[in-house]
């Protein structure tokens, strides 16, 4: 039934698809299996879903976070000063600074201060005026997306997805409107 024991695996990374079948007798696993075959077909489709997943959570988690600035604003006439806040008053929780390509444990909050790294950077505007000119609030750092583009989350609220070319003219655009306002106080 069986000429000899055989193993297949195939498996999946941002290089590519790698598949290997080894075999007691030599040239028995020159051909991938049927099984070995479909997987390698559907590892691709698998993991396209599996980064359009984490790319909506990090939409979600951006948008979050842009809600917690506008609760903040609202409540205290101001920008939050930092993420830290958001943290230290109940707004958000640590967690909420963690993308989801990252398993690392969230930043903590020290004397008001960020203790670790967040995956996302705040872009404090320079004018409460700015927040409807649709200039960047938030966005996730880039390199996640293998060089696409990252997530970013507005003044006004709403969160895209924008390609590299896309997402640095607009942070040089929110950050020329930043140092306007300034240059005019």
Not at 71 to 78: C, G, K, Q, T, V
């Amino acid at each position: 039934k069986y000429l000899s024991p055989e193993i297949s695996a195939v498996s999946a990374d941002d290089e590519g698809i790698t598949m290997e079948n080894f075999a007691a007798l030599p040239m028995m696993s020159d051909m991938p299996s049927a099984a070995g075959a479909a997987t390698a077909m559907a590892l691709p489709a698998l993991y396209k879903v599996r980064r359009q997943a984490y790319r909506a959570a990090s939409m979600a988690n951006l948008h979050g976070l842009a809600m917690a600035c506008m609760a903040y604003e609202i409540e205290h006439m101001r920008q939050p000063p930092g993420l830290a806040v958001l943290i230290d008053q109940g707004y958000i929780s640590a967690s909420a600074l963690r993308s989801p390509h990252n398993d690392s444990p969230p930043p903590t909050v020290e004397d008001g201060q960020l203790i670790g790294e967040s995956d996302y950077v705040y872009v404090k505007p320079a004018s409460d005026d700015l927040a409807e000119s649709g200039l960047i609030l938030l966005y996730e750092r880039p390199g996640h997306y293998r060089g696409e583009g990252t997530v970013v989350a507005f003044a006004d609220g709403h969160v895209e997805f924008l390609s590299m070319d896309e997402f640095e003219r607009a942070l040089a655009d929110t950050e020329a409107a930043n140092a306007e306002v300034l240059a005019d106080e």
